[in-house]
């Protein structure tokens, strides 16, 4: 019995942290993507800040230019390269700041914006 009040509660608790440590890492990311899947990935995200820049200088309305920028912004999360991360994050903040010059009607600050972002993007494409 006093053999059992010593070893029980350490089982019990490395049996604990054995089913617990499993789910922990499982958390938010289901799989890794291929490498197919980030150059769709990419190839989606330059057509998508393309499109932006295009229906912006056409005059459309803020709701679709903002529709394609957060569609860009969506599928560039996709790309889990290390190397590209840099250029990755920049792209993103770019294409954040874009939105939030759609959003004050400074249309030319967003077109220069979302060419950078777009820059960055080939560039991500031409090293991958």
């Known amino acids: 019995m006093k053999l059992l009040k010593k070893y029980l509660p350490s089982l019990l608790l490395a049996l604990c942290v054995s089913i617990i440590s499993p789910m922990a890492s499982a958390v938010g990311k289901i799989e890794n993507t291929s490498t197919e899947e980030v150059k769709q990935a990419l190839d989606a995200s330059v057509k998508a800040t393309e499109d932006a820049l295009a229906t912006l200088k056409n005059g459309a309305s ?7 920028i957060n569609n860009a912004r969506q599928l560039i999360k996709r790309v889990e390269i290390n190397r590209l991360d840099v250029i990755r994050t920049r792209s993103a903040e770019n294409l954040k700041k874009a939105r939030q010059a759609v959003s004050n009607d400074q249309k030319d600050q967003a077109e220069d914006f979302l060419a950078t972002a777009l820059k960055g993007f080939k560039e991500m494409q031409s090293a991958f």
């Open 62 to 68: 803020e709701d679709i230019v903002n529709d394609h």
